[in-house]
């Protein structure tokens, strides 16, 4: 079968089978809005109270966790492009962590956090990226340049230290603070709101386009370093632009969703089983996986309890940590 018909199957089956989690989605809820109802709302006749609880509150929350998803996806298939290994992922550069020191620091300094929440979304973008910088100027050496090895190295080591900072910064908070942390750095998809959405979206869209118009480069580093640089490609330059434009895609989408991890190292390995190595098919089916894969978490995790939300990035991690141990496995 063709590589394109192929991934036109798959990208069919994906989008039909989020589009039934979307309705399920949509009906889950403390508040029951029938499927009925739904299609009320669809067609103009819901009342105003259906109308605000699907359309302000349930919609931008499927809209966010089909953002982020597709995003870390993105950035996951980029890291481990760019760095050659397959079991890469965001929060190996410190993009969790890093986000998550800004949220604690928040919280902890903001006395009146209702007024300012808009700037959590900033903030935690901006605590990514700096952790993400000190992980390339501590990888970096003058002769070598920042090797793929180093990178990780270094952004494993700074991880763990930036995850006993935070274990820290808990000890002072209140009860009710320490939950809210709790819960962003598990992965609780808070930014629920169509203003989140609209702060996020811009960066979203500029990173991917920025990603999608170098899937030439993307496929180079598949041949190696050695290929690559015959081909008159300057791989340090190249490795650094598209790493940071990973790091961007990743940080804005973890300041609006919390600490999620395993989207970006799940949905690649998946997508080039599925599809092959070239960048042009891979990126897209890597990206509607991890939508698939974030909003079927979410859904699950609603479905369990709609009472008490369980944070998505638990039920991720419980299908992404076996699926590490089997890549790790694999490699060997």
């Known amino acids: 079968m063709r590589k394109s018909l192929k991934l036109s199957y798959w990208l069919i089956i994906l989008i039909v089978l989020m589009i039934i989690l979307m309705i399920v989605n949509l009906n889950t809820g403390e508040m029951n809005v029938s499927y ?11 009342t105003y109270t259906q109308s605000m609880v699907v359309f302000d509150f349930r919609m931008p929350r499927i809209m966010i966790t089909l953002l982020v998803g597709f995003s870390l996806a993105i950035a996951g298939s980029v890291i481990q492009t760019t760095t050659q290994n397959p079991m890469a ?19 902890a300094l903001v006395k009146n956090q209702d007024a300012h929440m808009f700037l959590l979304p900033i903030l935690a973008l901006v605590g990514a990226l700096v952790s993400t910088f000190l992980v390339f100027l501590f990888a970096f050496k003058k002769k070598d340049g920042i090797t793929p090895n180093r990178l990780l190295l270094t952004g494993v080591a700074l991880s763990g230290c930036f995850s006993s900072i935070m274990v820290l910064l808990t000890l002072k908070m209140s009860p009710e603070n320490y939950q809210f942390v709790m819960n962003w750095l598990t992965g609780s998809i808070w930014g629920t709101s169509w203003e989140f959405i609209l702060i996020a979206l811009p960066w979203l869209i500029i990173c991917t386009v920025l990603i999608f118009s170098k899937l ?40 609006i969703s919390g600490g999620i991890g395993f989207i970006g ?55 992404g940590a076996p699926y590490f141990v089997y890549i790790l496995t694999r490699s060997n």
């Open 36 to 46: 009925n109802d739904i299609f009320n709302l669809i067609i103009g006749r819901g």
């Open 89 to 107: 992922d965001t929060s190996f550069l410190g993009i969790n962590s890093g986000a998550g020191i800004a949220v604690m620091l928040f919280i």
């Open 216 to 255: 030439t480069i993307l496929d180079s580093f598949n041949l190696g370093d050695d290929a690559a640089q015959s081909l008159g490609i300057s791989l340090k330059k190249e490795r650094i632009i598209l790493i940071s434009l990973a790091v961007i895609l990743a940080g804005v989408s973890v300041s």
């Open 265 to 319: 190292l799940i949905t690649p390995n998946l997508a080039r089983r599925v599809i092959g190595f070239k960048h042009s098919h891979q990126l897209v089916l890597s990206g509607i996986l991890g939508s698939f894969l974030l909003l079927a978490a979410d859904t699950l995790g609603q479905l369990i309890s709609a009472s008490s939300e369980i944070p998505v990035g638990i039920i991720v991690a419980l299908i």
